[in-house]
Structure formats: C-alpha cells, structure tokens
C-alpha cells in the first residue's frame, strides 16, 4: 500500500506538471483539490484518465471522482480495491 | 458611423443545403441529431448532427471542381457558392474573406488521411478557398473556439468601418471529427442522448458539423429580403478558467451591456435571444446566472443546438442566419430538448413555434479560453 | 483613417533570446524550447505555479505578457484587449492530441492536452494573470500581416471598445518559436502605423 501511494505521488507530480513540489512534500491525507495541492477541475479530468490507463479503472460518473481523489490515501484505497491491471 | 448589413446567406447542414430548407425544418422542430455507429470516428455509438457524405459529393461535383478537396472544404465552398453568385459582388482588393473555424482541416492530421499533413494549416485552408473564388485579398482566418461565428461578423463589421472592406464574405465550418469526439468525451462533456439545452436531465453536448456563409456590406442595394443590421457588439473574456464557466457570468453580462450600449438600446428593446445553450450543467447555468443579471430572464430564448448539435467555429454564424429569418418569418422557434427547466433562476425559453412581430435580436456565444461574444441585430428596413 | 495611436513597448522573443524595447533582457545558451522558456519564466521572476501546466504557445505567449504587463498594476478595471495572430494555430498541441488516439488499442486522450488545442486558450491564460476582462480575437495568418492587426486594433481603440490593446504575432511549430508583441495605446514612443509595426518586427 505504501508503494502504490509513492506511486501515486510521483505519477500526479509528474502528469500534473507540479513544478517546485517532491514526494516528500505530499502528505498521504493532504487534500488535492482546493487548498492543499490546488489542483482543478482539468487535473480531475486527467486523474480520471489516469485510473483508467494504469489501473484499469473507468469511472463514468466525473462526480464519483470527487471523493476518490480528496486525497492520496483515499485515492490508493480506491485503487487497490478496484483496479484491473 | 456606416451601418453594416447581413444579407445573401448559405447553410449546408444534415438538415438541408440551403438556408430556407433548414429554417423551414426547424420551424417544423425537426432535428438533424442521429445516432451515429461509426467506429472509425468514435469507439462506441455517439449522437451527433452530421452531413451525408454521398449529398455532399454529388452536391459538390456541380461545382466542377479541378482538384481534390478536404470534406470542410468541400462544405466551405458549397456553402460560399451561391452567396458570391447571388450577392453579384466583383472580387476586387476592397472584397474580404473571413473563415471561422476552430479546428479547419484537422482530420488531415489522422493517419488514414489522403492529404498531406500540411492541409492542417489553417492559412492552407485559407488559401483554398481563396484560389477556388478568386478572392483578392488574403484570407482571414479567424479561430476563437466558440464565439469564432459570432466574432467573425463582428470583425468584418470593424474592418468595415475602418475602410479596410466594402464587403466581406464570411464563411464559417467545422466538422465531426475523431479529434473533437474524443476530447470532448475526456472532458466528460459529451451527452448520452440529443443534447438538452437548458433541461434539467441535460448531460452535455451534442457535436455537429457544418458550413455557413453570409455576405456582410455597407451596400443597402441589392439586400436580400431577410437582411438584418448589426446595431452593437461586444466581447469580454470571464479572467477566470480556460475551460470552465465563469459561475457569476461576468464576461457574458459584460458582453451583452457593452452591446446594448453600442446599439444604444435598453433590455426591453430585445425580441428574443439566441443563446449558446450548448447544454453542459455549467454553460447553461452561466447563462440563466447572466441574464438573470441583465433582468431578460423574462426575453423570449432559444438554443438552437438540439437542431444541428454544437457547430464549434460555426454555431455562431449558423445561429445569426436562422436568427436573421426569424425576424423575416416573424416566428420565434422552439428551443429544442427542453424536459423541466433545469436552471437555478428563471429563463423564458420558447418551447412551440410562435408567430410574432418582432424586429430585434440578440445573439450569444461562450467558449474555452474564458470568451464571451454578443452582437445585436435589427431588421434592415427598420435601421 | 487618421488615427493618434502609440506603441508603448514591444517585446521580441526567438532564438533564445528575450527583447525588450530593443534591448536584450534575457539571453541563454540551450538546445530546447522547453529549456530556454523555464529560464525565461524564471529570469522575469515570476512566481505562477499554473505556468507549468500550460502548453508551449500559452507559455511563449505568457512570457510575453509578462514581459509588457508585469509592471502594470493588477485590478479588474484595467481594459486592455489582445489581439494575437500566428501561422500554426494551436497545432504542436494538435498533433500531441491526436498522438493520443491514433491507436484504437491504446486510446487515452487526455483532457489536459485537449483543452490547448484552440489558439485563443492563450489569450486566456493572460487574461486570468492580469485580471483583464476585456476582448480578445485570434486571427491566423500566412505571415505576419501587419497591415490587419493595424486596422483592427485602431479599430477597437477609436470605437473605445478598449483603452489599450496588447496586440502581435505567437507562433509555435515543432521547435519552431516566435513572439513579437506590442502594446499599443494613446501615448508611448513608436507611432502606431503598419510601416513602424513592419520595422519593429523586422529589426
């Protein structure tokens, strides 16, 4: 589970082009969305992708998204319940 | 100041190649949305409002073309054809072009493309459809995502005034392609059924492709009989998401005070509105926010993309023409799609065919980028 | 038509250079856009974490701005439109789109590249860095047409539609760079005719 969480990290730094922000600066109960990261509503599009491409995960509804990606350890608890590949 | 008209006019649509064939259509609120199968386009079954390939072929070989042309093209230049000819302009260095599309040829980037990837160019497009009517002057391509057709007519009234022109011939299309279906669907911004604009059970766009030309002059002669003025217009952007709505609906409020103010007319003095309406939750909401401000929820409105879906770089050309028979025809027509209302402030959307004397409308586009356009137009025998 | 109009400042970006007014403020030596455009953000010194997620012409196009408005001070009144105009449209960001779904068996287009692909998304990004709710059109362009983007700026100022105009031309295509902006307003330096746009561009 810790793996897949430094996973997460390194793939939303990356794929969200954070700029200035490391693994180490993510907490695993920060919030994404709002005041923590800042991420928008195009990073939550991308998130959507990213579930599908990596983890096999399709989510039709954009508003189930909501409560999935509020942080790295809800994000990873998903993941690893629900994944495909 | 001159005023500046829109006269001799042109649709090719899946609801007709002609501009009265479509408003009769729409008149009858039939609609040009179908269920497309078609895998090469999108991988599952999607709705949206396209053009017969096989009309558009033998529609084209009238033009006696020389050479091989693109689909939007084609649907450019049988859209542009009988304006030019009816309008009987002579193409000299005071006769401009204007094209509006967002995305030109961008099917040619696809790999099962004939053309060369160059075609993607937009000036290449340009230079088409220059060439094929001997325009003089260089083209102006004029790409600014969704308010694109509605801006066009606002440049080529500025260019105008300006002396630039004494007449521009505005052609606007975009077509259904891989490329917009697909970004649209990660946007999650495609509707699971005919688009719902302002519906409570709406889910989305609807796409839909098509080519619409209109002559803009400063030449009262030779109007055509639905010629309308443009009276005011005004763009604002939200300065506040590149995809998303603003929620206050600052930059469309903005836009439409700013042409009211040009046209020198106050809220009361608008017959009916053509919306973007394009039926996503956060477009449509922006909207009632918007003219709720301005006090017109209670002006008749419209959204015309349950007709011919969601047009991009053409919905605000296509929209104006159909708006400008509607004075003609005296008629309000019906805001297609619409279940319960399903905006959180009151609109005053039509919902059946109504006969009217009318003379003034106004006409509102929004898109990605923040954009917001709006324009004011009046029956030419009243201005 | 007679017209008053200035050109205040202008700025120049190609080659791994930054100009402004005709002089050089930032120069390095780098093989990549992508490099020579974070040192550019970097050298303005400006702090806007969403530059990162932009695509190449948005961040060609912001630094440009940024360049000619960063000093102006930030408020919702300001009223300045941008009228930009190029040869690629959004095309490099076109062709990463329609990477994503080329393959049937690997179909993921990405939101986040889709939404960059329409020009005008630029125009946007500055105007939700400097506040400006104020017009903005996106012409294209075989070459840089002066003679165009003069009769439509004039246009926009003499109707009062806006008190200054952030105007040029941004193009991006594969490695391929340029930006040459200019602000043009009732006061500054350079008249505002296509002869003097013509020159600035091409010294």
């Known amino acids: 589970m810790s793996n897949l969480k430094e996973e997460l990290k390194t ?31 195009i990073d939550a599009l991308e998130l959507i992708v990213m579930l599908d491409k990596d983890y096999g995960i399709k989510l039709s509804d954009p508003k189930e998204g909501r409560k999935i990606f509020e942080s790295i350890e809800t994000m990873a608890n998903y993941i690893a319940s629900h994944r495909t590949k | 100041m001159n005023r500046v008209y829109l006269s001799h006019n042109s649709i090719v649509s899946a609801l007709g190649f002609n501009s009265p064939e479509v408003v009769r259509k729409i008149a009858q ?24 390939s096989e009309k558009l072929e033998e529609e084209f070989l009238k033009l006696n073309p020389k050479k091989a042309y693109t689909r939007l093209e084609k649907m450019m230049l049988l859209a542009l054809q009988p304006v030019i000819e009816t309008s009987n302009v002579q193409m000299d260095e005071k006769v401009g072009l204007i094209i509006s599309t967002t995305k030109g040829n961008i099917d040619v980037l696809e790999n099962k493309s004939p053309f060369s990837k160059e075609r993607a160019y937009l000036s290449a497009l340009g230079k088409e459809i220059q060439d094929f009517f ?28 300006q002396g630039i022109f004494s007449d521009v011939f505005i052609v606007a299309g975009d077509i259904v392609t891989q490329f917009t279906l697909s970004g649209f669907s990660s946007f999650q911004a495609m509707s699971s059924q005919p688009c719902k604009p302002y519906s409570k059970d709406r889910d989305g766009i609807t796409l839909g492709e098509l080519s619409a030309s209109v002559l803009i002059t400063s030449n009262k002669e030779n109007l055509c009989k639905e010629a309308i003025c443009v009276l005011g217009d005004a763009s604002c952007n939200d300065a506040n998401h590149i995809s998303g709505p603003s929620r206050t609906g600052e930059g469309l409020y903005r836009s439409v005070s700013g042409a009211l103010q040009e046209a020198c007319l106050s809220t009361r003095d608008i017959d009916f509105i053509s919306a973007h309406g394009t039926a996503t939750l956060f477009n449509d909401e922006m909207e009632a926010v918007a003219f709720n401000r301005l006090s017109m929820q209670d002006t008749p409105l419209h959204s015309l993309k349950g007709y011919l879906g969601h047009t991009l770089g053409a919905s605000g050309l296509v929209e104006t023409i159909i708006g400008m028979h509607s004075l003609a025809q005296n008629m309000l027509y019906t805001s297609l799609g619409l279940g319960s209302m399903g905006v959180s402030l009151p609109l005053n959307v039509i919902t059946k065919p109504e006969y009217k004397n009318i003379k003034t409308f106004l006409k509102t586009a929004s898109g990605f980028g923040g954009c917001n356009t709006a324009v004011i137009f009046q029956k030419a025998i009243s201005c | 038509m007679k017209t008053n109009f200035h050109i205040e400042s202008y700025c120049s970006i190609k080659e791994n250079k930054v100009i ?65 105009s190029n040869k690629a449209s959004s095309l490099d960001t076109d062709r990463m789109h329609q990477e994503t779904i080329n393959s049937p068996e690997y179909y993921y287009p990405s939101p986040a590249i889709f939404v960059y692909t329409l020009p005008n998304i630029c125009m946007g990004e500055i105007s939700i860095k400097h506040k400006l709710l104020t017009e903005n059109s996106f012409f294209i362009f075989n070459h840089f047409n002066a003679y165009y983007l003069h009769a439509y700026t004039n246009s926009l100022l003499q109707n009062k539609k806006t008190e200054k105009v952030l105007c040029g031309w941004i193009n991006y295509d594969g490695e391929d760079y340029e930006a040459f902006v200019y602000l043009v307003s009732q006061k500054g330096y350079w008249q505002h005719t296509t002869e003097e746009i013509t020159r600035l561009y091409t010294i």
């Open chain 2, 29 to 52: 609120e039939i609609s040009g949305i179908s269920l497309q199968n078609d895998k090469e386009l999108f991988p599952e079954p999607f709705y949206a409002s396209v053009v017969s």
């Open chain 3, 20 to 84: 402004l007014n005709g002089d050089l403020i930032v120069k390095i030596d780098v093989k990549t856009y992508s490099e020579f455009i974070k040192h550019a953000y970097k050298a303005i010194d400006i702090k806007y974490p969403k530059f990162f997620k932009m695509d190449n012409l948005s961040k060609l196009a912001f630094v440009a701005a940024e360049v000619l408005l960063g000093k102006e001070p930030t408020n919702e009144n300001k009223n300045i439109a941008i009228v930009f």
């Open chain 1, 11 to 41: 793939k939303i730094i990356e794929q969200l082009n954070l700029e200035d922000i490391t693994v180490g600066d993510i907490a695993d109960d920060d919030s994404l969305f709002g005041d923590g990261l800042g991420l928008d509503s």
């Open chain 2, 134 to 161: 001997g325009f003089k002057t260089e083209p102006i391509l004029l790409s600014n995502a969704c308010v694109s057709g509605v801006l066009a007519i606002a440049v080529a009234k500025r260019l105008i005034q």
